[in-house]
């Protein structure tokens, strides 16, 4: 269940499903906590309440083995420190986290995390919708949270955590051939 792709389960909608070591406490400390947070996907701090502000500011170069420099395509857009600020629209630890998430072309994504415990293990399910239409953002995504679960698992089982750009380049390649062009409408 680690490894597994990402499901893209309507136009625009993403799910991912990776079971962790638990308990559930802990895995959402790894949610809101920005110190622990900025060690799998990014930095930021996070009002705790429904409304309240979440700053996300990426630094995958950092999650990244010295030698592994983002792709070209990234440089820019990826840069280190690059983030923005979202809306939490639902808060109930330890269970559902969801928030806004600000693309490149001006409008707002959403993800959603939920925390299913399962005897010592948690099953979390993120969910990000309203990707919109565009081929290139959903291979971008579904490579990038692959990444960043990969990661996030890896630090909870306090194992070996792949290298950022090395991992994501890899993965858009697969995720790629997961998105057929006719499946996106026109």
Known sequence: ???????????GEIRF???LPGPADRVWSYLVDSEKRSRWLARGEL??????????????SKLSAAADAPPEKYRTACADGVGFEGRVLHFD????????????????SEVTYELTPQGREVLLVVTHRRLGEDR????SV??????HLAILAGELAGSAKPSFWAAH???EREYEKLIPVTSLRR
């Not at 269940?1 to 136009?11: L, Q, V």
């Not at 630890?93 to 707002?108: I, K, Q």
Request: net charge positive; proline share 7%.
């Open 142 to 147: 579904g490579a990038g949270w692959h990444t």
């Open 136 to 139: 290139d953002l959903q291979v």
């Open 93 to 108: 630890p330890p269970r559902r986290l969801a928030h806004t998430w600000a693309e490149e072309n001006g409008s707002a």
């Open 169 to 171: 380049t890899a993965l």
């Open 1 to 11: 269940m680690n490894t597994t792709h990402g499901k893209f389960i309507a136009p």
């Open 47 to 60: 009002e705790p309440r429904v409304g309240g502000k979440i700053r996300l500011e990426f630094h995958n």
């Open 17 to 19: 499903q990776r079971l």
